[in-house]
């Protein structure tokens, strides 16, 4: 089992910055897919960005990309999240999810949320206009 914990959210101005961490403990955290998720209130639930555990290749979801990057650093067993240039639109609560290894043959879809079973508690992020 993996416990994940957020923080770095934050209330901001357009256009600044903030930084996302994903604090992670318990099973062997490398082996983990890692994605972020957000959502805004009356809205469903949305990918943001996912990094996989071996490659580290990663995915941005198209509203994000050019702005947004995702890390992670395997020694502090840690997921990063820099978000620049916020916009208003951006505001929500953002969760960390990790996806556990799979069988041989089975390739997960990391932007889909039925493939994490571990999410953490959430951290606001408020972007003023």
């Known amino acids: 089992e993996v416990q994940l914990v957020e923080s770095g959210g934050g209330l901001v101005q357009a256009g600044g910055s903030l930084r996302l961490s994903c604090a992670a403990s318990?099973?062997?955290?490398?082996?983990?897919?890692i994605g972020w998720f957000r959502q805004a209130p009356g809205k469903d639930r949305e990918v943001v960005s996912c990094?996989?555990?071996?490659?580290?290749?990663?995915y941005y979801a198209d509203f994000v990309k050019g702005r947004f990057t995702i890390s992670r650093d395997g020694a502090k067993n840690t997921v990063y999240l820099q978000m620049n240039g916020l916009k208003p639109e951006d505001t929500a609560v953002y969760y960390c999810?990790?996806?556990?290894?799979?069988?041989?043959?089975?390739?997960?879809?990391?932007?889909?949320?039925?493939?994490?079973?571990?999410w953490g508690q959430g951290t606001q992020v408020t972007v003023s206009s």
């Open positions: 318990g099973e062997t955290f490398d082996d983990y897919a």
């Open positions: 990094i996989s555990s071996e490659e580290y290749s990663t």
């Open positions: 999810a990790a996806s556990p290894p799979r069988p041989p043959g089975y390739y997960p879809d990391t932007r889909e949320a039925y493939e994490y079973d571990y």
